[in-house]
């Protein structure tokens, strides 16, 4: 497809379990975030990628969180131990190179809901 | 602390109705700031980057301009499709690698035919 793809569009599962989101960016761009948002709020920066490696990690709340990007393109973010405050949309976003706009180019998102 | 505020929290106007929304920010070092609109449901979509205090960008209904302290998104004659919640967002001179962004909560507008 032209735009970022996120599966599921939604999850919802219980205390404790682990899930993980997928994000399948648009072709040939390098750079590739993740953000958390909470109703009634503005994006929450989680984690930033540029090409395989995590550039930027410092928006990720503990160690339960946990995200990959193996060969440079789909990405996953992995949540062990869920906690019902972990219930929220998570954004996936990506941009071409340079990049120093930030002009991001957003998914839908990944509702997940921790009972 | 890089911070960004948005007012009003909601704006409710009639179609044609022309106002603005603010974003003030605090930021150690502004690299850019930048507008978003985010419809229900869905993830938010880019509109403008601004760089430099008095720098001005207009798309059709739509225009933002930026001092050294706040931005405006001045919205003239709107209409019902404009209904959305537009975000702010800065990039701050962290003097690293990352090209995170610092969203405002928005601002909630609906426009009335």
């Known amino acids: 497809g032209a735009g970022v793809s996120q599966t599921p569009s939604n999850k919802v599962t219980e205390k404790g379990k682990y899930v993980e989101l997928r994000c399948d960016p648009i072709?040939?761009?390098?750079?590739l975030y993740w953000y958390r948002q909470s109703l009634g709020q503005g994006p929450e920066f989680l984690i930033y990628?540029?090409?395989?490696?995590?550039?930027?990690d410092s928006g990720l709340p503990n160690d339960r969180f946990f995200a990959v990007r193996p060969e440079g393109s789909v990405s996953t973010l992995k949540i062990q131990r869920t906690e019902r405050g972990d219930s929220a949309v998570y954004l996936c976003?990506?941009?071409?190179?340079?990049?120093?706009?930030?002009?991001?180019?957003f998914g839908e998102g990944s509702r997940l809901t921790v009972l | 602390e890089d911070q960004v505020t948005q007012s009003p929290e909601a704006l409710r106007l009639q179609e044609g109705e022309s106002s603005s929304l603010n974003c003030s920010y605090t930021?150690?070092?502004?690299?850019?700031l930048f507008w978003y609109r985010q419809d229900p449901g869905k993830g938010p979509e880019f509109l403008f980057t601004?760089?430099?205090a008095g720098e001005e960008k207009e798309k059709e209904r739509l225009k933002a301009t930026l001092t050294k302290k706040e931005s405006f998104l001045h919205i003239t004659a709107p209409k019902p499709e404009d209904s959305a919640t537009y975000l702010c967002?800065?990039?701050?001179?962290?003097?690293?690698?990352?090209?995170?962004?610092?969203f405002g909560t928005g601002t909630l507008l609906a426009v009335q035919p």
């Open positions: 072709s040939g761009h390098t750079a």
């Open positions: 967002a800065v990039q701050a001179s962290y003097g690293g690698a990352t090209n995170k962004l610092i």
């Open positions: 601004l760089y430099s």
């Open positions: 990628f540029q090409g395989t490696g995590a550039a930027d």
């Open positions: 976003a990506s941009s071409a190179q340079p990049q120093n706009t930030g002009e991001l180019f």
């Open positions: 930021v150690s070092g502004l690299r850019g």
